[in-house]
């Protein structure tokens, strides 16, 4: 089995968990396949006037304990067995931080970095339109994810809308805040990972205002979390993004960063820091490592070069199996993506459920959910751990894949 392909390392986990579990091999066996898969075709005219034709995914898992939550990513490398798996961790990210969603997932094959904006809300609008009759408030609620923000939502939502006759804001979840968006929606996922490397370090009785960070990966997820983190007084110590990765032991200011390369477009030739390897810093000497770009970075090959003493995995499925093994062996504390980067998806929540009551709350009201619900999240999966001698990964998965079955088995099988 290839340590690689990200499906079967979710149905490896799955499988894992169902054993420490004695869960039933008939739920098992359903809960390894999605509900629902979708491949469309999206023609789109170019600027250029030529007409491309674009692969989209929709994977629908489970809808067990709610309505299918999970973004959409426009991605080069986005494939099936990608959007498979992504669609399940989502199943289990809402499953452990007990919000009421199945999991889903989408992608489309395409290059946004080589499209103009009014090529990708052509495209945008376009795939909104082919699958109008698979997403909705209680079918398959999107959010953003790699590539895609609150503009790509708003596109989405406008779409549908008009295609309704009337405004539906609560088909999904990310929008800008005057089209219905949540405030504190787009620092959440950062935001949750700094909540559980805050608690982590409790554990370990290490000083956060001592700890050195390495962040692989400075879109959304790395840069929130390297702000939180420098607030709570830790120092950024490296960070890469697909170009290059910088270094300084001397600390790296996170929005000075951010500003640098919103004007250069790379992280590459930061003042004040050396270029090291892009992936390079996730071996780097610090402290805390996470990995917040995309799946399968650390792996067989590199784990055991690791020197962080606590991983925050702020990207979905950044360690494979057989890395994870090595980084428990090595006494590293890792804190799995479907606990760690699930502050995203449960502002999502938050999101949904002002729409549908059509409320607004307070920025300060919503951090304050969100961090209620990560730590009782975090030390849940602790305890778990704890309790069943395992690690937290596998801990997790236990917590999420109990809940799920435990609604399956309310529930019962139709017909």
């Known amino acids: 089995m290839s340590e690689l392909n990200p499906y079967e390392v979710a149905v490896r986990r799955l499988e894992e968990a169902g054993r420490l579990l004695s869960i039933s091999s008939d739920v098992i066996r ?5 509900r629902r898969v979708i491949m469309v075709s999206l023609p789109v005219r170019m600027d250029d006037g030529r007409i491309e034709v674009f692969k989209g995914y929709i994977v629908l898992h489970n809808s067990w304990r709610g309505p299918y939550k999970g973004g959409i990513r426009y991605h080069p490398q986005v494939n099936l067995d990608e959007i498979k798996a992504l669609a399940m961790w989502m199943t289990w990210k809402c499953a452990v ?4 969603y ?4 989408s992608g489309i094959e395409c290059n946004p970095k080589a ?5 990708i809300e052509k495209l945008t609008r376009r795939f909104t339109a082919t699958i109008i009759d698979d997403i909705g408030p209680f079918k398959y609620v999107p959010a953003p994810d790699v590539y895609t923000d609150e503009q790509v939502m708003a596109w989405i939502m406008d779409t549908y809308s008009t295609i309704k006759g009337y405004s539906v804001p609560e088909v999904v979840t990310g929008k800008p805040l005057s089209l219905g968006g949540s405030p504190g929606r787009g620092e959440a996922t950062g935001f ?3 909540i559980c ?3 982590a370090a409790k554990i370990l009785d290490l000083d956060l205002t001592r700890l050195t960070v390495a962040i692989q990966g400075f879109g959304n997820v790395g840069f929130n979390a390297a702000v939180s983190l420098a607030e709570m007084g830790a120092k950024i110590v490296a960070v890469s993004d697909s170009q290059a990765g910088i270094y300084s032991p001397e600390g790296i200011e996170p929005k000075k ?8 477009g790379s992280v590459k030739g930061f003042p004040g820091s050396r270029e090291i390897g892009r992936d390079e810093v996730l071996t780097v000497e610090c402290d805390v490592l996470i990995p917040a770009a995309l799946e399968n970075q650390i792996t067989s090959k590199n784990a055991g070069e690791v020197k962080a003493k606590i991983v925050g995995e702020g990207a979905n499925g950044p360690t494979t199996p057989e890395a994870d093994a090595i980084l428990n062996r090595n006494g590293v504390l890792v804190i799995p993506d479907i606990l760690a980067n699930a502050g995203g998806v449960t502002v999502s929540y938050f999101e949904w459920v002002q729409n549908l009551t059509r409320e607004r709350w307070a920025e300060e ?3 304050a959910k969100l961090e209620q619900k990560m730590v009782k999240s975090f030390y849940e999966v602790y305890n778990a751990a704890k309790k069943h001698n395992v690690s937290m990964r596998t801990a997790a998965m236990m917590v999420a894949v109990g809940r799920v079955t435990d609604a399956f088995e309310k529930a019962g099988l139709f017909p």
């Open 30 to 34: 359903i809960l390894k396949h999605p």
């Open 97 to 100: 931080v007990d919000i009421p």
């Open 102 to 105: 199945g999991g889903a997932k």
């Open 115 to 119: 499209m103009s904006k009014s090529e």
């Open 192 to 194: 949750g990972v700094a």
């Open 197 to 199: 490397i805050r608690e």
């Open 257 to 264: 960063l951010y500003e640098f390369k919103a004007k250069t």
């Open 365 to 367: 009201e919503v951090k």
